[in-house]
């Protein structure tokens, strides 16, 4: 059983409050659209910098600051019976949603924000929050003093394997929508036994969905292949986001409740 401390509960925070683990889809205010010109060197010849056009719009997009907000559902196809649990003893489940809030100013840092996990029965896991310099978790309940981040797009981690041999990105289209599919492969140099399977994995496919017009983040798969020819879905999001919309009071009152010292 894999035991989550609290060191590592306030980095899953930090990454849930600023985006960096995997987000966004859905309807958004218009925009100029992000063209593709297939003979354009970011496509033809170099993918990989492709990405920062489908940030910038994205950043774009948030330009004149205000509330994001976004709602993902995830799974992971384990053969564990979770995907971890905290020193309480809350587990994290396989499947669940999570609902966030992020405030972007006009300098485009985040300058509050509300993310709620929620596991399918309709218990919260786990709520993070972040406001006046300060982040909150519920699975801890401890305020630590955190900068505000910067809003720089999201792309679940593409970013840090530009450099994959294997990289390549394709336009594709889905239900009339212009998407850019993004995919590489991570091999193992020998089978690889992990908390999450009973038999030894070979390697991991990661696939990226963006939307063409926006820049956003559709969703994204990752695949696990097994010692023994299968393949599982190790981790699979798909989320929806809304511009402008306010949160609702009690989602609002988290902030009182972290400035009040947590849930003491």
């Not at 896991?125 to 720089?152: I, L, M």
């Not at 969703?219 to 989320?239: C, K, N, V, Y």
């Amino acid at each position: 059983m894999k035991v989550i401390t609290k060191s590592r509960i306030f980095i899953l925070v930090l990454l849930i409050l600023f985006g960096l683990i995997y987000l966004i889809s859905g309807n958004v205010r218009a925009t100029p659209p992000l063209m593709i010109d297939q003979n354009d060197d970011a496509i033809s010849n170099l993918p990989a910098q492709y990405i920062y056009k489908l940030l910038d719009q994205q950043k774009l997009i948030m330009k004149q600051g205000g509330w994001l907000h976004v709602r993902t559902h995830r799974t992971h196809d384990i053969d564990a019976e979770n995907f971890g649990v905290f020193s309480n003893g809350q587990e994290l489940p396989k499947e669940y949603d999570f609902e966030d809030w992020f405030f972007i100013n006009e300098r485009g840092l985040i300058e509050r924000s509300v993310s709620i996990q929620t596991a399918m029965d309709g218990n919260i896991v786990q709520v993070g929050v972040y406001s006046d310099g300060t982040s909150w978790n519920t699975a801890v309940d401890e305020v630590r003093k955190e900068a505000p981040a910067s809003f720089n797009g999201f792309d679940a981690g593409l970013q840090s394997e530009l450099n994959n041999e294997t990289l390549t990105m394709i336009p594709v289209v889905e239900n009339d929508k212009q998407l850019i599919k993004y995919d590489f492969t991570l091999t193992e140099k020998e089978p690889l036994l992990t908390d999450e399977y009973f038999k030894p994995k070979t390697s991991m496919k990661m696939e990226y969905f963006f939307d063409q017009s926006t820049g956003f983040l559709l969703r994204f798969t990752q695949t696990a292949f097994l010692e023994d020819g299968t393949q599982r879905i190790f981790d699979f999001f798909e989320s929806d986001y809304q511009i402008g919309r306010e949160p609702p009071p009690e989602v609002l009152a988290y902030f009182d409740k972290k400035q009040e010292g947590g849930a003491k």
